[in-house]
């Protein structure tokens, strides 16, 4: 046992070092240096597309090609250094892969491109071994243009998508401020004061109440009484942080949950907050996605239109184009609003630069100028909004007139006019038996009537708009036209039409 283990680590070495020998025996493949032709023949036939037999200075003695076509032929590559087959751009890569071959024997895989024809390169990518070790050097290639091929589909499918995303977004951004605009309730506060400066057409529907009764009262008007406080609060904040602030309230009349934001901006040299009411079922509307909002931006009856800060068109919905007479939204973006709404060079710069200053503005009337056919009164009314650190101007557009053509209108107003003049002709006729008192209270109920309903047959129905015309409420309106039917109900007259009284 002891002899044993006194020569068993010498007997170890020796099986050892008749492993390496026969390992090296086994690696040495200089033995195939003779054979390196047809070697590289019988590769590129059953396992590559190309195979290139390569001198000790980098030259290339022989080409075998597989199924692959390769075009210009790689035949007349044979005599020339591998890296003038090779682009520009990858040449480096060729004298890296034959320097590891030279120094490890084998090299790495490496994708390079050979010139094709119309300029059309050919990936292909090489490992490379070499055979023994003052052997030629066995390049094998594999052709990847099916494999290109199929991340170009890959990348450009990719890319469709995103441009999809992008649109999708884009829509869903435009539509979120139409829809903003169109039904955003608007006014401005006085910083200081925080009473109300003066308020948009939206604002006066949302409190029941005109925009001149709003001018001088306290900011939460309209607002539930036990949000005072809150409201007061978000004013002061949004004041004193010069940043935007929003909370949720509700109105005191029915209820409704608003969301009131406050932004903090400089008019006139005095510090104003606009701010701005939206109904909570309106916001949940915006949240949803652009199914919803799309649905009412194409629907309304009113035009709105987005500007930048100079007047020039960014969106406009499809009412709007209605009134221009156009086909398609490209036709007026980048445009001047100028250029189709208002007197030229006049009306739209008055109301930008009101804007600018106020942070909302209105005209109670003013004029389309559409492509084709006669003018069209409308009422305007503006309001700032940002998007994002871009300064935009929303408009909404309220027609005033029927766009059927002007002889229809004035011949019905012509018809209206003679109607009121015969009926106070009748007034005329009770001369002698009615006191004077009596016939001046039917001579004005007669033309508050004739008034009223020329105002909303001008506004097209929308009694909002007549009461704004006739520079009253819509529930003053309302409580007028019965009082005046009732009266003349009660002579025996002719009183309002009933549809003007639903």
């Known amino acids: 046992m002891r002899g044993l283990a006194i020569h068993a680590p010498r007997t170890l070495r020796s099986w050892e070092t008749r492993l390496k020998n026969r390992q090296d025996e086994a690696s040495d493949l200089s033995v195939l240096s003779q054979l390196a032709p047809q070697l590289a023949s019988t590769i590129a036939s059953i396992a590559s597309d190309i195979a290139l037999v390569i001198d000790a200075d980098g030259v290339i003695r022989n080409v075998a090609v597989g199924a692959s076509s390769l075009t210009p032929s790689p035949a007349e590559w044979v005599g020339k250094p591998w890296t003038d087959t090779v682009t520009g751009e990858t040449r480096k890569k060729i004298e890296q892969l034959l320097q590891e071959v030279g120094e490890a024997g084998v090299s790495r895989r490496r994708e390079v491109n050979h010139p094709g024809a119309a300029g059309l390169d050919i990936p292909v990518a090489y490992t490379a071994v070499r055979l023994g070790e003052n052997g030629p050097v066995l390049a094998v290639g594999r052709d990847l243009r099916a494999v290109a091929a199929i991340q170009q589909r890959f990348t450009d499918s990719q890319q469709e998508m995103e441009r999809g995303y992008w649109k999708l977004r884009q829509a869903e951004s435009r539509y979120r401020m139409l829809f903003q605009v169109a039904t955003d309730a608007v006014w401005v506060v006085d910083a200081l004061t925080l009473?109300?400066?003066?308020?948009?057409?939206?604002?006066?529907q949302l409190f029941k109440l005109k925009p001149e009764q709003m001018t001088g009262q306290p900011v939460a008007i309209g607002l539930d009484a036990r949000s005072g406080p809150a409201v007061e609060e978000l004013l002061v904040s949004a004041r004193a942080t010069g940043r935007p602030a929003e909370i949720r309230t509700r109105l005191s009349a029915g209820g409704a949950m608003v969301e009131l934001s406050a932004t903090p901006f400089r008019g006139d040299g005095a510090m104003l907050l606009l701010v701005r009411?939206?109904?909570?079922?309106?916001r949940q509307t915006a949240e949803v996605g652009p199914g919803p909002m799309a649905g009412f931006v194409e629907r309304m009856h009113d035009a709105v239109v987005i500007t930048d800060s100079c007047g020039r068109v960014l969106m406009a919905n499809p009412a709007f184009l209605d009134l221009c007479g156009l086909a398609s939204e490209t036709q007026v973006h980048g445009s001047l609003l100028a250029d189709w709404v208002g007197a030229p060079g006049r009306d739209v710069p008055a109301l930008l630069e009101q804007a600018r200053r106020h942070g909302i503005a209105a005209q109670p009337s003013a004029a389309i100028r559409p492509a084709r056919g006669p003018s069209i009164e409308v009422g305007i009314s503006v309001a700032t909004l940002a998007d994002g650190d871009q300064e935009c101007v929303g408009f909404t557009i309220r027609r005033l007139v029927q766009r059927a053509g002007s002889a229809s209108g004035s011949a019905s107003g012509s018809a209206e006019v003679d109607e009121l003049a015969a009926a106070i002709e009748q007034l005329g006729a009770q001369l002698g038996r009615v006191t004077l008192p009596d016939l001046?209270?039917?001579?004005?109920?007669?033309?508050?009537?004739?008034?009223?309903?020329?105002?909303?047959?001008?506004?097209g129905g929308d009694r909002g708009v007549a009461a704004m015309l006739l520079g009253i409420g819509q529930d003053d309106l309302d409580q007028r036209l019965r009082r005046v039917a009732r009266a003349q109900a009660a002579r025996g007259g002719n009183g309002p039409p009933s549809s003007l009284l639903n």
């Not at 009473?195 to 006066?204: G, K, S």
Request: aromatic share 0%; glycine share 0%; net charge negative.
């Open 195 to 204: 009473a109300i400066v003066e308020a948009n057409h939206a604002a006066a």
């Open 440 to 459: 001046m209270r039917e001579a004005s109920e007669l033309a508050e009537q004739h008034l009223m309903t020329s105002a909303i047959e001008r506004a």
């Open 277 to 282: 009411a939206r109904a909570v079922e309106a």
